[in-house]
């Protein structure tokens, strides 16, 4: 899936000292098959470049639900919303230790109730402006 050659280093961390790279990822012969590219990226979650593996799918069809919801931007300035989120950010940070990396903790618990928070799930709502 991905290599490296000798005429060409392509290193994945870099230090003060020296650096370290990915020699080769391994996956299944079918999915080795459907590969259509390979190269690094700078990720803003970790210190090493990213490997990204481009591939082609063989779906026909693809369904999309409601991927995006919108922050109600009023409740970032109700006092008792910022002090709701900022009780509840704390209990959420207390459940990192429970996940392998903090991409995995995000995407499980902080995004989905910050999510909940913010369209209104059992939350304290804006007062009306008049």
């Keep these: 899936m991905w290599e490296t050659?000798?005429?060409?280093a392509t290193y994945?961390?870099?230090t003060s000292r020296g650096s370290s790279k990915i020699y080769r990822l391994y996956a299944s012969r079918n999915l080795s098959r459907q590969k259509r590219g390979a190269e690094t990226r700078i990720a803003a979650f970790t210190?090493?470049?990213a490997v990204v593996i481009r591939t082609a799918l063989k779906a026909?069809?693809?369904r999309r639900g409601h991927s995006y919801w919108k922050i109600n931007m009023a409740l970032?300035?109700?006092?008792t919303f910022q002090k709701q989120l900022r009780q509840r950010s704390a209990e959420w940070s207390k459940q990192t230790k429970n996940y392998p990396t903090m991409v995995?903790?995000?995407e499980r618990v902080a995004k989905v109730h910050i999510?909940?928070?913010f369209i209104g799930e059992g939350t304290v709502k804006p007062r009306e402006e008049t």
């Design 76 to 79: 970032l300035r109700e006092e």
């Design 5 to 8: 050659s000798q005429e060409r």
């Design 104 to 106: 995995m903790w995000w």
């Design 12 to 14: 994945t961390h870099y």
């Design 47 to 49: 210190d090493r470049l």
């Design 115 to 117: 999510k909940k928070l």
């Design 60 to 62: 026909t069809t693809m």
